[in-house]
């Protein structure tokens, strides 16, 4: 019976791989976004002018309705992954570690750490770590000396980010202890992950939490101070630095426009772009060549 | 339809003939086996899938003390999963024993009050956990200061399994022959006494049941728990935060890179969960039997 | 120590008014910055631009619903007629706990599940991105089946012997005793099974979000992607800041309000029941 089972969800996959050897570009594009209030959404419907004046004035996120919408950055690549006929955007840093997608190339550059340095590739944005006025907490000053460090910095460029400290100074451990809690968005994390790591090393006698929760939520957290540094992938609000938020940027990070492996498109310009995250085009082949 | 059956008003010759009567019977009973037969083959479906595509992925670095980006551990999840279990726990088991104890021994059955807890208790069974979500961030993370921490997310868990402990305790008690009591009462025994003593030990293994059931449910819930006790990946103390399993696939679900692993996850939650099946089933038939 | 018992009993009654005042409390302000009305009936979801319209999400919950409950209802309640009056014991000794086994998968393997099987193969067959309402509620509809497979067993066994032999002793089969008088003797029983059922679907979250595709507008068809109360809570509780975070607190209330009708709706058939 299990045998028999298995053998119909093997048969039904290679099915299914099967029907998607062939790319038929008359197919409807999947357009998956990110979650409203996402930073890297954010920043993406900003660079790409999907957000435009509406008439009263205001900014306003025409992001396609139809789009599959789904709340983390890692999610948009499984999706993708999964779907030849998706398009997808994230955070380049978490798009570079991984093979099973690939980034398009907009108005014809490639998105890489050189591009993104010397302004070519169109779409970036500074990855922010949050406190509440100036850091105080000795543990957390240290710790931000360490990411602004060459060590820290070396973290940062190999996580597939821009440094913003080039000629930076090298660390030595000042050997604190203690806990301490860094939350905030979900493109941030994998790095502060490695930057955790790595610093636990040097310090082993710190601890630091890692939360991914979200940009909004992690410049909440740094000023009700929940967490001791709050992350965000976007720049802060008025409202938010009117509260007395204060954002140092540790890297920049592009945003790659990603597509399938066996998706036969790989040039896209960024009105094109604009085009598919408002609607307006929605089968591949409008905007294949 | 059992009226109709009954109304004189209608003519004879419209009741079904005999033939039809068994041919539509027949059908409803092909639905019947048809219908357990999907039930079945779902289960199979979900579970043979999962332990397939989990299985080859467990690999001891998955069970290694600390986890880190490469070996995606699960130990701590694993950990913290039983600290959060046992913790909620000892809050919902006592308070759930002898809330069921009351309503079963003490109160008089159909008052006021006691209609009042099981509309409640009732009320708790159904609210949605993404409700408990925002109402253990509101209540424990943010007014009483917890922050994002494990006894954050077992006091809201707690709550969400009372009700389960509440009523399967007084089902248990209730379910105890009142000639028991008699007897105890008889001899001259207290009614303290007599409930602890005489009408709460057979009642136990009913009581256990309940008990595993909860502990099904906390390591499965995860919307409760990804803000009040977190997504840290460690293994936490009472006061700090960390993911426990449920989560902590969740998560892996969300980081492309992890699929394998989180198949892997998934496994080892299922294997929980048909542990904690098979050993209320046994309880269950042990209770049977005596019955 | 009656005291204590009976304060313990009574923390069910207080932890339900700690949570209505908790939700309430947090989430009645943003009713004063905001209309109630258009927070109900807007079909508009943009928070950035403080427009906040749940119309779609308390459609798309029901939708989502109904159809699992279409699906999942008549192959619980067949499932359970089974269970009490046909199958074979070593059947049912197998079955019971499959049944409780369903009951126990976490809903966040249900999802994942969903995620990698159901949406690839909604896609294969359908196209477009595979997530959809159809999906969410064949997925659901798995997960509903326990909770009304079980009510219903209990009430069709709960049925006295004597309507069962009465029909046979007038001459009726096996199979239309069954189902002409123990089933409909079994009725409101069944009956809140399902609206149990219904209400874990509508509180569904975590395999939800996996599977649905989220789109905060009005749902189309089937095939289309919806967004749930439940999800539209989780989703963007971790970007949420300010008003936009007040907003999901009240779509908490909203689903708590609905949760607590179909509850109230619940306890009426009981009584119903006892009554009859």
Known sequence: MMKKLLALILALTALSAFALAEFDLSQTIAVVSREEGSGTRGAFIELTGVQKKNDEGKDQDYTYAEADFVNGTSLVITTVSTNPAAIGYASLSSVLLNDTVKSIRIDGVEPTTENILNKTYPIARPFNLVSKGELTNPLAVDFMNFVMSKQGQEVVAEDGLVPVNQEAAEYTAANLSGLLVVGGSTSVAPVMELLAEAYTELNPEVEVDVQSTGSSAGVTGALDETYMIGMASRELKDSEIENGALAVAIGIDGIAVINALDNPVSDLTLEQVRQIYTGEVTTWDAVAK | MTNQALSPARPVHQVPTRHRLRLGSRILKALCWLAGLITMSSLVLIVVYVLARGIPHLKPSMFAVKYNSRNVSMLHAIINTITMTGLALMFSVPVGVMGGIYLAEYAKPGSRLVRMIRVTAETLAGIPSIVYALFGQLAFVITLKMGISILSGALTLAIMTLPLVLRQTEESLLSVPMSYREGSFGLGAGKLRTTLRIVLPPATLGILASVLLSIGRISGETAALIYTSGTATRIASLGKSGRTLSVHLYQLQQESRYTDEAFAVAVVLLLIVIIMNALSSFIAGKLSKKG | ?276
């Open chain 3, 1 to 276: 120590m009656r005291g204590l018992f009976l304060a313990s009993a009574c923390v069910c009654v207080l932890a339900v008014f700690f949570i209505s005042a908790f939700l309430f409390v947090n989430g009645l302000p943003f009713f004063a910055k905001y209309s109630a009305l258009d927070f109900i009936t807007g079909t508009e979801w943009a928070p950035l631009r403080d427009v906040f319209g749940i119309l779609p999400m308390i459609v798309g919950s029901f939708y989502v619903t109904f159809i699992a409950l279409l699906i999942g209802a008549p192959i619980g309640v067949f499932t359970a007629i089974l269970l009490a009056c046909f199958a074979p014991k070593p059947v049912v000794k197998v079955m019971k706990p499959a049944v409780a086994l369903l009951a126990g998968i976490p809903s966040v393997v249900y999802g994942f599940f969903g995620l990698m099987v159901l949406v690839p193969l909604s896609r294969t067959l359908f196209g477009g991105t595979g997530k959809s309402v159809l999906v969410a509620s064949v997925l659901l509809s798995i997960m509903v089946l326990p909770t009304i497979i079980q009510t219903s067993e209990a009430a069709i066994r709960a049925v006295p012997q004597s309507y069962y032999e009465g029909s046979l002793a007038l001459g009726a089969t096996h199979e239309s005793s069954v189902f002409r008088a123990v089933v409909p003797a079994a009725r409101s029983g069944i009956i809140s099974g399902i609206v149990l059922g219904l209400g874990r679907a509508i509180g569904e979250t975590m395999a939800i979000i996996m599977v649905a595709g989220n789109n905060p507008r009005m749902p189309g068809n089937i095939l289309s992607g919806v967004r749930t109360l439940t999800v539209n809570v989780l989703m963007e509780m971790g970007y949420a800041a300010d008003v936009h975070l007040e907003s999901l607190i009240a779509t908490g209330v909203v689903l708590f309000v609905i949760v607590m009708a179909i509850n109230f709706l619940f306890s009426f058939i009981t009584r119903k029941r006892i009554a009859q």
